[in-house]
């Protein structure tokens, strides 16, 4: 034990010292460039002024502001509801067994989705592709339009041709086959995202929050090539870059998350 002043400190104090600390830290992380973190604020004053309330003596606005209190767990339940949904999201996808077992035709399916991604660019079609793993996005794929198709370059940019009734949503590719499409994704509500990002990439951040899929994203104003992983978007890429992306992910067993439970933001986030 060391003393510190009246109090002794020993290693279990330590140790507990770092959990809270690391706690703290991933708390901050997890809600950092979303409104929790106002919220977050806003109960930190409220027992703030609880306490200098409570040194002035003034019972009644004391009362009133402890009673607020009382209720304050179930306020950070319906106030960080989107926070604590993606947060379990997160938890179910990294216990999946899936990553133990190896995939086939992945290469095959890179060259397809590099050449269509080649002539979309070019030609300023937008899209937005998902690939998912076995078992996860089967509420999205149910609501979308079934195909169970191998993925060919020309499928994928038949689809996302302005003039066809499926080119208005996600493709969601899974086990290296077209599943889906006209698939409808939640929209991000990160407020790091730049305004000249549209709503393909402001949804390819919103699936990628809450699930352990890989995101590409083809603008239709500029033809600005995309990808979104773990709530992160990396936009400007180059074709080089998309196959060198894409064999990096689907060359390994399975997706790794990053970071354990969030993901910084790259800088081209904000445009």
Known sequence: MIPIGFLEFGIKDF?????????LVFLYRWIRGTVAIQATI?????????FVISLLGFSTINFILRSILDVGILAVFILFQPE????????????SFERFFARSGSN????????AVKKMAK???????????????????????????????????????????????????????????????PISQ?????????????????????NNVFVLVVSEETG???????????????????????EEVFGTTEFE??????STQPENMRG
């Open 257 to 262: 998350d990053d970071v354990a439970f969030g």
């Open 84 to 95: 604590i949904r993606k947060l379990l999201y997160r938890l179910g996808t990294n216990t």
């Open 42 to 50: 806003g109960i930190i004053l409220v027992i703030l002024i609880n």
């Open 123 to 185: 030609e300023r079609t937008g899209a937005l592709i998902v690939f998912a793993r076995q078992s996860s996005l089967q509420d999205l794929i149910d609501a979308g339009v079934k195909i169970d198709s191998v993925v060919k370059a020309e499928l994928l940019t038949t689809i996302f041709q302005k003039d066809t009734p499926l080119h208005d949503g996600a493709v969601v590719i899974r086990n290296n086959r077209i599943v889906a499409a006209s698939c409808y994704l």
């Open 190 to 210: 990160n407020q790091n995202i730049a305004q000249s990002f549209g709503t393909r990439h402001r949804a390819a951040v919103g699936i990628s929050e809450t």
């Open 108 to 115: 095959e399916m890179i060259d397809e989705v590099i050449e």
């Open 15 to 23: 140790i507990e010292t770092l959990i809270i600390a690391g706690v």
């Open 224 to 246: 600005r090539i995309s990808i979104s992983r773990n709530g992160s978007l990396t936009s400007g890429l180059t074709i080089q870059k998309l196959r060198a992306e894409m």
